[in-house]
């Protein structure tokens, strides 16, 4: 199913004075299709992703998935926080299991079901600890596959790499695009790092800080695995530092 984003407006009034954050944004997003949001902090991303996932209202505009007007919240959009969000009270398996609460499966379906997400997360071994018990990247993993776990039509995540380190990063990005190759979810995925967008995105959308629009639908027609020395990667990195660039002058 495709989601459709048809002039998406949103504004803030802060101490009296309003701004726009989002003006008129128009964008759509294939079935099946990894694109991610870029852009300087605070032009509207998480905004744009909330609104999406139906936690806040736009002023004006309209967001269809499929034939489907979005209203508000939904079980066919998972989300992951950027802080992953995990219940700390409830076991990594425990947390897994939450989108499957009101879903009518057995008590057997239930577990087939998360067994298969352990697996595939490599959190196996994992499932009865607490997630102050794992390593934040076993954290992100839970979020993650906790977000898959209501077999939403689109992954939506809010720069959900962001709190780790270089290596772990990196790590986890080819974990990501491995898990998302498998599953073939919608995703539009938040980030602040160029090379990480190049990594995962079939699409990249550049945000500009000033004016709420969007400045560039950038597509990253490279084949997967990526590989970062190629001519055709370092030609998409440098063309998105510019539009970073441009982007910050809004
Ligand atoms: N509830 C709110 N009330 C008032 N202003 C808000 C509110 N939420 C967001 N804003 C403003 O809207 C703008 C965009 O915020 P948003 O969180 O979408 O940015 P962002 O692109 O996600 O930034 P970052 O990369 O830092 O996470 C900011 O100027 C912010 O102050
Ligand atoms: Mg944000």
Same mark, same amino acid.
């Given at each position: 199913m495709d989601l459709v984003l048809k002039d998406i407006c949103k504004s803030f009034t802060n101490s009296g004075k309003k701004s726009k954050v989002l003006d008129s944004i128009n964008l759509t997003i294939k079935n099946g299709e990894f694109v991610t949001l870029l852009g300087p902090s605070g032009c509207g991303k998480t905004t744009l992703l909330t609104i999406i996932a139906g936690f806040?209202?736009?002023?004006? $505009?309209?967001?269809?998935?499929?034939?489907?007007? &979005?209203? *508000? #919240? +939904?079980?066919?959009? $998972? /989300?992951? %926080?950027?802080?992953?969000?995990? %219940?700390?009270?409830?076991?990594?398996?425990?947390?897994?299991?939450? #989108?499957?609460? /009101?879903?009518?499966?057995?008590?057997?379906?239930?577990?087939?079901?998360?067994?298969?997400?352990?697996?595939?997360?490599?959190?196996? *071994?994992?499932?009865? %600890?607490?997630?102050?018990?794992?390593?934040? +990247?076993?954290?992100?993993?839970?979020? /993650? &596959?906790?977000?898959?776990? *209501?077999?939403?039509?689109?992954?939506?995540?809010?720069? #959900?790499? *962001?709190?780790l380190d270089f290596h772990m990063r990196q790590d986890i990005q080819l974990e990501l695009e491995s898990l998302w190759l498998k599953t073939k979810k919608t995703v539009v995925m938040v980030t602040h790092d160029i090379d990480e967008a190049i990594s995962l995105s079939d699409r990249v959308v550049v945000m500009s800080k000033n004016g709420g629009k969007i400045l560039e639908d950038l597509k990253i027609d490279l084949p997967r695995s990526r590989d970062k020395h190629s001519k055709e990667y370092v030609e998409n990195r440098e063309k998105l530092s510019i539009l970073l660039e441009k982007a910050l002058r809004g």
């Open positions: 806040k209202k736009a002023d004006s $505009g309209e967001i269809h998935l499929g034939e489907k007007k &979005v209203e *508000g #919240p +939904g079980s066919e959009r $998972g /989300f992951v %926080f950027q802080d992953y969000a995990l %219940f700390p009270w409830l076991t990594v398996k425990e947390n897994i299991a939450y #989108p499957l609460r /009101f879903k009518s499966l057995s008590e057997e379906e239930k577990n087939l079901k998360i067994d298969k997400l352990l697996d595939m997360s490599q959190l196996k *071994g994992k499932e009865n %600890f607490f997630p102050r018990e794992i390593s934040g +990247g076993m954290q992100q993993r839970t979020a /993650f &596959v906790r977000s898959l776990a *209501g077999e939403p039509e689109v992954l939506l995540m809010d720069e #959900p790499l *962001g709190a």
